[in-house]
């Protein structure tokens, strides 16, 4: 085995479980698992820039997982996503808004800076009340880029790309496909050939209770 192998084996079985003792008082261990934490030394990283910003200065102290002291989600418990993309909330300017509704990242899924994800909008009638709030839904191996906004009951399929800046206001449950502009539209297939295997897909509200733990 090289060198660089053995070193990882040895952190994996050895450095990796006392670094998660250690942190076990301060975050949930089920998120502290996974290839940041098991293969690399990034995550227990993100583990002690929160315990400064998280546990001492209180920034998102409500949250039970490792975030970047720049993000703001409303209610971690309406969140679902995989431990293994913890690396979606280390970034910077992200606003996961789901304190009525929520928000499923299927695995795999990457969230680029500054991108808003809105289950409740403000009611325009009356500013100081929001109106129902409906679940957002990305799909596995979605990429959400840069300055984009998904807005309330949305469901993207699996292997859709949201292109910069664009604001989705309506669903492409089908995925594999390019989205851009405001509003939102598809400008590229990204479907492969298809097989006699494939089955019918299933609705938002089926990928939330499929999703959650």
């Not at 261990?29 to 227990?44: A, H, I, N, Q, T």
């Not at 280390?90 to 928000?103: D, E, K, L, M, V």
């Not at 859709?160 to 539209?185: E, K, L, M």
């Amino acid at each position: 085995m090289r060198p660089a192998g053995v070193m990882k084996r040895i952190f994996r079985l050895a450095v990796a479980p006392v670094l998660r003792v250690l942190s076990r008082p301060f975050f949930q261990p089920r998120y502290l698992r996974g290839p940041y934490f098991d293969e690399s030394l990034l995550g227990w990283v993100w583990v002690w820039r929160s315990l400064w910003t998280q546990k001492v200065l209180r920034i998102n102290a409500h949250i039970p997982w490792p975030v970047s002291p720049s993000i703001a989600i409303s209610n971690p418990q309406n969140i679902v996503f995989s431990p293994e993309d913890l690396n979606n909330f280390q970034t910077f300017g992200c606003y996961f808004q789901n304190f009525a509704a929520t928000i499923v990242l299927g695995r795999g899924t990457y969230v680029a800076p500054n991108v808003g994800i809105i289950t409740a909008n403000h009611d325009p009638v009356n500013l100081a009340r929001h109106l129902p709030a409906a679940d957002v839904v990305l799909g596995e191996n979605c990429w959400i880029g840069m300055n984009a906004m998904i807005l309330p009951g949305v469901h993207l399929g699996p292997h859709t790309v949201v292109g910069a800046g664009a604001v989705v206001t309506r669903s492409f449950p089908q995925g594999w496909c390019v989205v851009v502009g405001n509003p939102a539209r598809s400008i590229r297939d990204l479907r492969p050939a298809p097989s006699s295997d494939d089955g019918p897909g299933s609705g938002p509200h089926d990928a939330v209770q499929a999703a959650r733990p």
